[in-house]
């Protein structure tokens, strides 16, 4: 065990580095150094019956663990010293043999694993030194100042090993450290501007995203990590530091108050848009039972339009709203289908009373009776109109039909109109007097409003006129 009150070289106490196991050592008789430079105090007891001391042998070491303190192996120290029978140390250097102090707490052979030991401690420290100097981490003016106070203690070191080696690797580590100095500040410095550089460009991300981002969830997540990073980065000089540090903070102040602003004004369209929303529902909700399906429902289209155009509201208020909207349109459509369904039931009813009409039409024979056939097609053409209007879908059908009947039936009157010549004109100044009254009684209609009857009328004077185009052109033909 090392003297627990030696200092080392760099003025720590021994009892404070990672102490190296050995040979027991009586603390009560452990010597201190003298101001001679030899061991002075109590005398240890010795064996009475030993009179010769056993050869030195190298103290065991156990292995340095600490990540931070290099593993030195143990020194022999009967190469480079001795202890004398009467505990005189003594080194040797290239400079000689010097006497380093007196061991009285044991036999010669402790003695020498003593001094070996505090060699031993003594390697450790330029060991630990070297590793500074080569790890580029450490400050090299301090390992430099430790070197030097360790080099010159070694002329008066109270240790027992190869001390040459010991003040070789010390001038190594003096002469190398300018040298490491120089390698350090380079490093250092090119860590500043990877540090400084990247910075920077956080910054300038953070810049670009107060700037132009819209993305408010996806931004404001980005700024956070980028300060996160920013906390991970170190050795920027203070003033770029602190400059880059404002340019972030004042980039994120700015997208905090672009964000605000931003839903401040999404927040006051959502107002207008419920507000908006709210009168639509009103409105709807007024129409909703309406009979006047046409027009309701071209006016619920509307609506609906002008529901979009609306914007969103809150979402709780939009959701209600549109509740309600919807429902006022269901109860309106709901009745025009309902409606709509008795309508069609009554348009099936007249769509089969006109097939009936048309099965007895299978009688009109123009070519048997042209006057007969007439005045039956007149009947059957009053009687079609009196029952009224037909699903769409059966219209086409059935009109077809009809049209099959007074074609035959013109196509036979043309036929007549061929074989009297005499009486042409006098059938065509008929027809025009025909025309020329359906066009009256369309004008009245339309006057007095009755739409579906002045086009009646206007149909009648139609088919008038074109028999009497056909009467004219058969006289003309002639």
């Known amino acids: 065990m090392s003297d627990p009150n030696a200092q080392d070289r760099t003025g720590e106490s ?4 990672t102490p190296r196991p050995g040979p027991a050592t009586p603390r009560a008789h452990a010597a201190t150094p003298g101001p001679a430079g030899r061991d002075t105090g109590g005398t240890a007891a010795r064996d009475n019956g030993s009179s010769t001391a056993a050869p030195p042998k190298p103290h065991p070491v156990a292995a340095q663990t600490h990540p931070h303190v290099p593993t030195v192996p143990a020194s022999d120290p009967s190469r480079f010293g001795r ?26 052979a402790e003695g020498l694993a003593h001094f070996g030991r505090r060699y031993d401690d003594l390697a450790t420290e330029v060991a630990i030194l070297e590793t500074r100097l080569t790890s580029g981490t450490a400050d090299v003016k301090k390992t430099r100042a430790a070197a030097e106070a360790l080099a010159e203690s070694l002329p008066t070191a109270a240790v027992i090993g190869d001390l040459d080696a010991l003040a070789t690797r010390l001038a190594a580590i003096i002469e190398h450290s300018e040298e490491a100095a120089a390698l350090a500040k380079q490093e250092k410095e090119r ?8 910075k920077e460009t956080l910054a300038a991300e953070a810049e670009t995203i107060a700037a132009e981002s819209t993305q408010w969830k996806a931004a404001g997540d980005r700024l956070r990590e980028i300060l996160e990073e ?15 540090w404002r ?20 927040d006051r369209e959502r107002a207008a848009a419920k507000s908006r929303k709210e009168e639509l529902v009103a409105r709807a909700e007024e129409l909703q039972n309406s009979t006047d399906w046409g027009a309701t429902a071209a006016a ?5 339009a002008e529901w979009k155009a609306a914007g969103r509201a809150p979402k709780d208020a939009d959701d209600q709203l549109w509740k309600r909207f919807k429902g006022a349109q269901d109860v309106f459509f709901a009745a025009r289908n309902a409606a709509n369904a008795e309508r069609d039931a009554e348009y099936e009813e007249n769509a089969r009373a006109k097939e009936a009409l048309l099965e007895t039409a299978s009688s009109i024979d123009p070519s048997a009776d042209l006057e007969g056939a007439r005045a039956r097609l007149r009947e059957l053409q009053d009687q079609w109109e009196a029952i009224g209007k037909v699903p769409r879908d059966r219209m086409h059908d059935l009109e077809g039909r009809l049209r099959a009947i007074e074609k035959k039936v013109r196509e036979a009157a043309d036929s007549e109109w061929r074989r009297t010549d005499p009486e042409a004109l006098a059938r065509a100044a008929q027809f025009r007097e025909r025309v020329r009254q359906f066009e009256e009684q369309a004008a009245k209609a339309t006057a007095a409003g009755r739409a579906k009857e002045a ?8 088919q008038w006129r074109e028999w009497a185009d056909a009467a004219e052109g058969a006289v003309g033909e002639r």
Request: overall charge positive.
């Open 83 to 108: 202890v004398d029978e009467d505990g005189t140390a003594w080194v040797r250097t290239s400079d000689g043999e010097r006497c380093i102090g007196s061991w009285q707490a044991g036999d010669a």
């Open 14 to 17: 021994t009892q404070e580095r």
């Open 191 to 198: 860590r500043r501007a990877e540090s400084t550089a990247r």
């Open 300 to 304: 619920f289209r509307d609506l609906l």
């Open 455 to 462: 086009e009646k009328a206007l149909a009648q004077a139609a």
């Open 247 to 266: 340019r972030y903070s004042k980039a994120r102040e700015a997208f905090n108050r672009r964000r605000g602003a931003h839903f401040a004004e999404l």
């Open 230 to 244: 920013w906390k991970t980065i170190h050795g920027v000089d203070r003033k770029v530091d602190d400059v880059l």
